[in-house]
């Protein structure tokens, strides 16, 4: 497989938290020393294990916020039900210990040599993994073009906004807000469908790769929407998380 | 019950099979639908893992953990295929 010609054992490590940044009401970005961390490439995950005092063990898998050659981080919404993200997104604190394997994963992976035009679609915490794969993109300073389409139930609940912005003179993108906007909104205003996905998406005649990542049923209406549209099933990538995810 | 893909248990994939798992394409038993083990359908923590194919629905793995050991029955794949080796 493609990068990863070197077997290598997976192991649990302890980690050190060494910054927390909130991103929104519900969401944070934790940042992490890992002692032996092999370089990851963008899309990964890493998983978490958390060990309660009774020897109770939860395991969650989070995407990489990261660009290959930052430090690891990890960004995390708070599930109301969850066992694992309540404590990271509330109760984990800089220079504590977190334990963590990784990274792994090697499908819903970019690297500069699989080229473009990039199509990332996005539905709430969704775009984790692809703002890695943004980051990679500016990093390497790749010439394919790309395009973001984010899904997000209100404008306070978009992640990464300033940041996500600050590429508007590189990448096309196309907010689209399902549950409120705010006063002179100008996006989107409603579910991702397949008319809004014509209007957005690359032609499929321009071989276009597509990249999908939020809750199961976003992913299941955009994946169908693209191929409809006449893209390459295998060129579009994706990937289902449990978040609430609202979009 | 969560519906997840087979990203969710690339963790566990590669501690079980010694490598990376989810781009590797597997063959359903019950209808030879071949896709990669990302893209199959993915029920967690019933307490194990539950893996089916996003074609028929049929059980292709089943994963669970017993006193740290993983219990892994694959009867549902027809085949596993490195995607470089095709």
Redesign the interface.
């Known amino acids: 497989?493609?990068g990863?010609a070197v077997?290598r054992?997976?192991t649990w490590q302890v980690a050190n938290v060494t910054a927390a940044t909130t991103e929104t009401p519900a969401v944070r970005t934790i940042e992490l020393a890992v002692p032996e961390w092999p370089g990851h490439r963008a899309g990964q995950?890493?998983?978490v294990r958390l060990t309660a005092e009774d020897g109770y063990v939860a395991?969650r898998?989070y995407s990489i916020a990261s660009a290959p050659g930052e430090p690891v981080s990890i960004t995390v919404e708070r599930l109301e039900d969850g066992e694992v993200s309540p404590y990271l997104t509330e109760e984990l604190r800089v220079g504590d210990e977190l334990e963590l394997?990784?990274p792994?994963?090697?499908?819903?992976v970019w690297e500069e040599a699989d080229g473009g035009p990039l199509l990332l679609v996005a539905g709430g915490s969704g775009i984790v993994p692809l703002r890695a794969i943004i980051r990679q993109h500016q990093h390497s300073g790749s010439d394919a073009p790309v395009r973001l389409l984010y899904s997000a139930r209100t404008l306070p609940d978009v992640i990464y906004r300033a940041e996500l912005d600050s590429y508007a003179d590189d990448i096309a993108i196309s907010y689209t807000l399902t549950r409120a906007r705010p006063p002179g909104w100008t996006g989107y205003a409603r579910r991702v469908d397949a008319e809004l996905l014509a209007e957005v998406a690359w032609p499929a005649g321009q071989q276009p790769l597509a990249f999908v990542c939020g809750p199961?049923s976003f992913?299941e209406t955009v994946a169908g929407g693209l191929v409809g549209l006449g893209y390459r099933p295998e060129r579009v990538?994706?990937?289902?998380?449990?978040g609430t995810g609202g979009a | 019950m969560q519906k997840l893909d087979g990203n969710a248990i690339a963790g566990v994939l590669h501690e079980i099979f010694g490598e990376e798992m989810t781009a590797v394409m597997a063959t359903c038993e019950s209808c030879g639908f071949t896709a990669p083990v990302a893209n199959t359908v993915v029920y967690p923590r019933l307490p194990g893992e539950v893996v089916r194919c996003s074609n028929c629905a049929a059980l292709l793995m089943v994963i669970t953990r017993i006193r740290g050991v993983n219990c892994v029955d694959l009867r549902g794949i027809a085949a596993l295929k490195s995607p470089v080796d095709t």
Not at chain 1, 104 to 108: D, K, P
Not at chain 1, 237 to 242: A, L, V
């Open positions: 497989m493609e990863t077997q054992r997976l995950h890493l998983d395991e898998s394997r990784g792994v994963g090697g499908y819903f199961t992913v990538k994706t990937e289902r998380f449990g």
